[in-house]
């Protein structure tokens, strides 16, 4: 590769709008390379400023970076990757983004009342879950993670149940109701 198809560190940084260290980081991980010139100076490929953009996007989302570096490991080697690798990639997170996104709806429309273990909503708790009857359903946000285990029950597949207590809360343990 000639050095005007390649970039320095710090062109690289300036492009991509990350500092330096970032890019240390990400080399670390294995979220990018580069190559070494005989002054040991690092030499990126012009294609990673889509990778890097690519790493940003997954973050500002919420993906984990191990999830990045898995997804980032399937596009090709030598070659730019093109629209279909990116559409094939960016396939590859949208149950995990479905999920998140029903998970931070929940949490939007739930937030504002007692989520269950009463640290969010002292003031309103004795109205909301009075003595603190969630308790005996288990630690934790209960009302979230009842109303997750109710949602996962509904897309039981037909002719399947889940068993519930009477007051319609779905069992997450092995004791039952």
């Avoid at 690519?54 to 980032?72: D, H, K």
């Avoid at 009342?113 to 308790?135: E, F, H, I, M, T």
Wanted: charged share 25%; hydrophobic share 35%; glycine share 10%.
């Amino acid at each position: 590769m000639s050095p005007s198809t390649e970039l320095t560190v710090g062109e690289l940084a300036r492009r991509a709008g990350v500092p330096v260290s970032t890019l240390h980081f990400y080399e670390a991980k294995g979220l990018i390379s580069s190559r070494r010139t005989a002054g040991n100076q690092r030499r990126f490929r012009r294609d990673t400023l889509r990778r890097i953009a690519f790493i940003r996007i997954g973050q500002r989302v919420g993906i984990p970076l191990n999830t990045i570096a898995e997804v980032l490991g399937q596009l090709p080697e030598g070659r730019v990757p093109n629209r279909a690798d990116w559409a094939q990639v960016s396939e590859s997170w949208r149950a995990k983004l479905d999920v998140r996104i029903e998970q931070l709806l929940q949490l939007r429309d739930d937030f504002a009342d007692c989520v269950g273990c009463g640290c969010l909503s002292l003031d309103r708790c004795a109205l909301a879950n009075k003595d603190d009857q969630l308790a005996a359903h288990g630690a934790g946000p209960r009302r979230l993670i009842e109303a997750r285990t109710r949602q996962s029950a509904d897309s039981l597949p037909s002719g399947e149940s889940a068993d519930c207590d009477p007051c319609g809360v779905i069992p997450t343990g092995t004791d039952g109701c």
